[in-house]
């Protein structure tokens, strides 16, 4: 059975940083690109930041170099390293998992999915 699971949201201030973890298991993690996806209430889904199996990374243009993604085959897992948060990033973030060598910017594209962490950013 798989497993999504994902964790390290929480209440920050403007200008602070989280670090988001995703974990998963039950499949072969390597094989799977992974992105974070947010959803504010009012707001569509937007895809933040994707990693594909090679490494290669991909980023939402709201990013503007302040987050970072990164993967650890070994654990299972990914890791979103957000900087110099903004109060329009809070939203709930998803992990997601598509079993294909590249991203893709569509939820649906994707295999497996968490139940979502919170990120509140106070101004």
């Known amino acids: 059975q798989v497993q999504v699971v994902e964790s390290g949201g929480g209440f920050v201030q403007a200008g602070d940083s989280l670090t988001l973890s995703c974990t998963a298991s039950g499949l072969t993690f390597a094989a799977y690109s992974v992105a974070w996806f947010r959803q504010a209430p009012g707001n569509q889904r937007e895809r933040v930041s994707c990693?594909?199996?090679?490494?290669?990374?991909v980023h939402g243009n709201f990013v503007r170099g302040r987050f970072t993604i990164s993967r650890d085959n070994a654990k299972n897992a990914v890791r979103l390293q957000m900087n110099s948060l903004k109060p329009e990033d809070t939203a709930m973030y998803y992990c997601?998992?598509?079993?294909?060598?590249?991203?893709?910017?569509?939820?649906?594209?994707?295999?497996?999915w968490g139940q979502g962490t919170q990120v509140t950013v106070s101004s």
């Open positions: 997601a998992l598509r079993n294909h060598p590249h991203c893709s910017d569509s939820w649906g594209d994707f295999d497996y």
């Open positions: 990693i594909d199996r090679q490494g290669y990374s």
